[in-house]
């Protein structure tokens, strides 16, 4: 078994201020985060980390992410700060990176489907 080694927690682990409130609970979403515990430590790379030990602190990481009753809060958080650096939500920031481009050309696609309608329903009304 891989042991990796214990990282100091950092302060971008748990965000603070910027983050909007659940709406089922009196307080924020990330003071119900499992990664406000003991294993921090796995979701951000120290530097120069080798690509396997790096591959098996995501994956445990996304253990962690897959156990947390916030992780939809955490995930979206992320996407729309967007987080740059760490395991948020169970997903990378390689994986969030896609995420976004995703919504980016859905977003895209359904304006452009959207604008031809308007604009014939526009031409319609007038005739």
């Known amino acids: ?11 971008a682990a748990v965000p603070s201020q910027r983050v909007p409130a659940r709406e089922d609970q009196a307080g924020p979403w990330h003071s119900e985060a ?22 098996a602190r995501e994956e445990a990481a996304k253990r962690v992410c897959a156990r947390c ?3 939809v809060e955490c995930q979206e958080h992320a996407l729309i700060q967007p987080e740059p650096y760490g395991v948020w939500g169970g997903l990378t920031a390689a994986e969030r990176r896609v995420v976004l481009a995703r919504r980016r050309r859905r977003e895209m696609e359904l304006q452009a489907s959207a604008a031809p309608a308007g604009a014939a329903s526009h031409i319609a009304a007038a005739g």
């Open 1 to 11: 078994m891989l042991q990796l080694p214990h990282q100091p927690v950092q302060a």
């Open 69 to 71: 009753p916030v992780m």
């Open 34 to 55: 499992v990664c406000r515990r003991d294993e921090a430590g796995l979701f951000f790379a120290p530097s120069k980390e080798p690509t396997a030990a790096r591959l």
